[in-house]
């Protein structure tokens, strides 16, 4: 079985508006030590994150603690997002219809498309290891929708409060055949910007 252990990152700093160099705050930081935590009775073959500042720094830790680099793949990126779109409003329209995004943004069926790719990529690459990926929440909930329909816009605001959450999901071939979560650290939301 292929496991990989998605880790939605840690609290960000809203103040960064470049949503790719948005660091994290400094509880955040220091919150990345529950992911260190949650994950070292568990052996780690690869680590690969999103490009973004925040996911890379929210698994770095514990690919230290398990001798492991961290390879970059820009299709994990989180969605692109235009204006005044995080809000409870545009999350449900954008749920509904998985084609629909507001002016300057990226819908869902594009984020899942870009980041099923490279998890299916890292299935083919890497079969029978233990992966851990550093994602954000919405490409995270894109990718749970994709193997289960049912994950719709209800679930997505149950795990938006997350920072960090860790999930494993256990593959035969490309076919998901387990789900369990591992670590919820529970942080409240804050900010207009992607998360």
């Known amino acids: 079985m292929t496991n990989i252990y998605f880790v939605r990152h ?9 949503a790719a160099l948005r660091p994290l705050t400094e509880e955040g930081m220091r919150d990345t030590i529950r992911v260190v935590e949650a994950m070292k009775d568990i052996h780690l073959d690869y680590a690969i994150s999103s490009p973004y500042k925040r996911s890379y720094d929210t698994i770095k830790q514990t690919a230290d603690e398990h001798g492991l680099d961290i390879d970059i793949d820009d299709r994990l990126h989180e969605r692109i997002s235009g204006k005044n779109s995080n ?27 870009r980041n099923i790719a490279a998890v299916n990529d890292i299935l083919t690459t890497h079969r029978d290891e233990n992966i851990i990926v550093g994602t954000h929440g919405t490409a995270l909930s894109t990718i749970l929708h994709y193997y289960n329909k049912s994950f719709g816009v209800d679930d997505f605001l149950r795990i938006i409060d997350f920072m960090p959450y860790v999930i494993r999901l256990g593959f035969v071939g490309v076919d998901c055949v387990e789900k369990e979560e591992i670590l919820i650290v529970e942080k409240e939301f804050k900010g207009e910007n992607n998360h």
């Open 10 to 18: 840690a609290q960000p700093d809203h103040s960064y508006a470049d």
């Open 87 to 113: 809000n409870l409003e545009m999350f449900r329209k954008r749920w509904a219809d998985l084609s629909f995004c507001e002016p300057g943004g990226e819908c869902l069926n594009s984020v899942m498309e």
